[in-house]
C-alpha cells in the first residue's frame, strides 16, 4: 500500500521545465542588453542552465521519462541561438594593445 503519491519522475520533469524557462531568459537578457553587465549575469545564468538542464535531462532518461529528450532538445536549441549573432564581439571589456611590428616614420633616428 503507497503511503504517499508522490513521484521523483515528476519533480524531475518540473525541474527540467524550471531549466528550460531558465535558458531561454537567460538567452534573451545576454541578446537584448548586449555589453552591460547584464548581459554578463545573463551569460552566467545561461551556463547554469545549461548544466541544470544536462543533469536532469540525465535522470530524467534513468528514469526513463520523455523530457531527456525535451531537456537534450532545448540545449540544442539554445546553444544554437547563444553562437548565432551579428558576429560583434563583447565591448563590455577593452581588448588588449597590440604590439607594433614595423617602426614608425616620426621617430628620430
Avoid: K
Avoid at 531527456?68 to 532538445?73: E, H, Q
Amino acid at each position: 500500500m503507497a503511503w504517499s503519491n508522490f513521484h521523483f519522475d515528476g519533480v524531475l520533469e518540473c525541474v527540467v521545465m524550471l531549466f528550460q524557462v531558465l535558458g531561454v531568459s537567460a538567452l534573451a537578457l545576454t541578446r537584448l542588453t548586449a555589453g552591460t553587465r547584464l548581459s554578463d549575469y545573463g551569460r552566467a545564468l545561461f551556463i547554469v542552465s545549461l548544466v541544470g538542464l544536462g543533469v536532469s535531462g540525465a535522470l530524467c532518461g534513468g528514469q526513463d521519462s520523455e523530457f531527456a529528450l525535451f531537456a537534450g532538445a532545448t540545449m540544442t536549441l539554445l546553444l544554437i541561438g547563444i553562437t548565432m549573432g551579428s558576429g560583434q564581439a563583447s565591448t563590455a571589456y577593452p581588448m588588449l594593445p597590440t604590439r607594433v611590428t614595423a617602426p614608425e616614420p616620426n621617430l628620430a633616428a
